[in-house]
């Protein structure tokens, strides 16, 4: 493999051991691995709360449905995070642990509102653990760590997952979908990192 392909798959596809944390993170998607994988967390003991992020894609007028995972989640769910929700209470979470953010945007929004939720519950975020797919880590950890600036972030990327570290060079979808991120990395972060340091 070439270096600079290499550093790429370095740079996007991130993956922590979990620990003990005081929440788990959903940024807002359509696919039912992260959600499924922070339940699985919360039931370990991992973490007290779970936060889902999301309303809907901008430029859309509602949630467009589950997009991947191998168990089909019924019913009709105007939000992401009501999607979420259900995904993590049929999944073994209670209701009472489960956190609300239903009016996010996009990533960056999923970050700054979850962090306004946590504020408003009073909930210290020393550590955190963020459920995402595996080609959002870097971006997700590049939005919760501007929110989250002093807490430790660890990247629980969902098994099962189209596109991966392993297999993303092997189709013109995954290393379209790479190079995307890659782009939206950089594309994203103009005005926040001018923002952080000027």
């Not at 339940?39 to 309303?55: C, I, M, N, Q, T």
């Not at 901008?58 to 997009?67: N, P, Y």
């Not at 969902?158 to 939206?184: C, F, H, Q, S, Y």
């Amino acid at each position: 493999m070439l270096k600079w392909v290499k550093d790429i798959t370095d740079f996007i596809f991130l993956e922590d051991a979990p620990a003990p944390a005081d929440v788990i993170f959903i940024p807002g998607n359509g696919h039912a691995l992260p959600s499924e994988l922070a339940a699985w967390l919360y039931r370990e003991g991992y973490a007290p709360h779970v936060l889902p992020s999301g309303r809907y894609a901008i430029g859309t007028s509602g949630f467009a449905g589950q997009k991947s995972g191998a168990r089909r989640y019924e019913g009709k769910f105007e939000t992401e995070w009501a999607f979420m929700c259900h995904i993590l209470m049929e999944n073994g979470v209670p209701e009472h642990a489960i956190l609300r953010e239903d009016e996010a945007t996009y990533t960056y929004q999923n970050a700054i509102y979850s962090r306004k939720r946590t504020d408003a519950e009073k909930i210290v975020v020393s550590r955190a653990i963020i459920c995402c797919m595996p080609v959002h880590a870097r971006r997700s950890r590049m939005y919760y760590e501007t929110l989250y600036p002093d807490a430790e972030l660890l990247i629980c990327p969902a098994p099962g997952a189209a596109i991966t570290r392993e297999n993303w060079l092997k189709t013109a979808e995954g290393i379209d979908t790479v190079l995307g991120e890659m782009e939206r990395c950089g594309g994203q972060f103009h005005d926040i990192l001018k923002d952080l340091v000027l």
